[in-house]
């Protein structure tokens, strides 16, 4: 049995096409196997202590320590305070003297490493970071009542490579949510 060949891909293939030839077709196979995911935000340790998130607002968000956590700027003004009791971050926003919440995590368990973490926003959505995959790990963020992620974060060189899937796309997530996934990456990687 003679299968056809398919007319629509020989010009790559052919040694007169324009550019010479080609072992491939014109996309490649990082094209399609990105084809989901979307431009990243990496996070990246601060040489002085702290974090650094570049691509989730216009302005790069660095985490700064302070005495009672950190001191974060960029799209905003907040804090950043450790919870011992829930094992979480809890975040607030500086507003010209004012602190009102936008945000908290919270683990499970003595040994939080490896259980899922709850990221709670003010406006109240819920949302689950856990590391997946025992052959290609990764950390997902998505939310608790739904299967999914919006994001997946991957350790690049001692930094984090996190992006969006086409669901995180539509998410239009706040600086609050980058704070919060990021600040528990941190903690997860050992940086503080």
């Not at 049995?1 to 007169?16: C, G, L």
């Not at 945000?103 to 109240?124: H, K, Q």
């Not at 790990?137 to 992006?163: K, M």
Request: hydrophobic share 45%.
């Amino acid at each position: 049995m003679t299968i056809p060949r398919q007319n629509a891909i020989r010009p790559f293939f052919d040694s007169n096409h324009s550019e010479g030839p080609r072992d491939t077709p014109e996309f490649s196979l990082r094209d399609l196997d990105r084809s989901s995911m979307h431009p990243a935000v990496r996070l990246t340790r601060r040489s002085g202590g702290g974090f650094r998130v570049d691509g989730a607002a216009a302005a790069p968000i660095e985490g700064v320590p302070a005495a009672a956590g950190f001191v974060v700027t960029g799209a905003g003004s907040w804090s950043l305070a450790w919870n011992a009791e829930e094992h979480g971050w809890f975040l607030s926003v500086l507003e010209t003297g004012l602190e009102r919440e936008a945000g908290r995590t919270a683990t499970i368990g003595e040994e939080p490493l490896l259980a899922p973490v709850s990221v709670l926003l003010a406006d109240g959505r819920l949302f689950r970071l856990a590391m997946i995959g025992a052959s290609d790990p990764r950390i997902e963020l998505g939310r608790w009542d739904v299967p999914g992620a919006y994001l997946v974060g991957r350790a690049v060189a001692g930094e984090w490579e996190l992006e969006k899937t086409a669901a995180g796309m539509m998410l239009e997530a706040p600086p609050e949510l980058w704070i919060l996934t990021c600040v528990e990456l941190g903690r997860l990687d050992g940086w503080f």
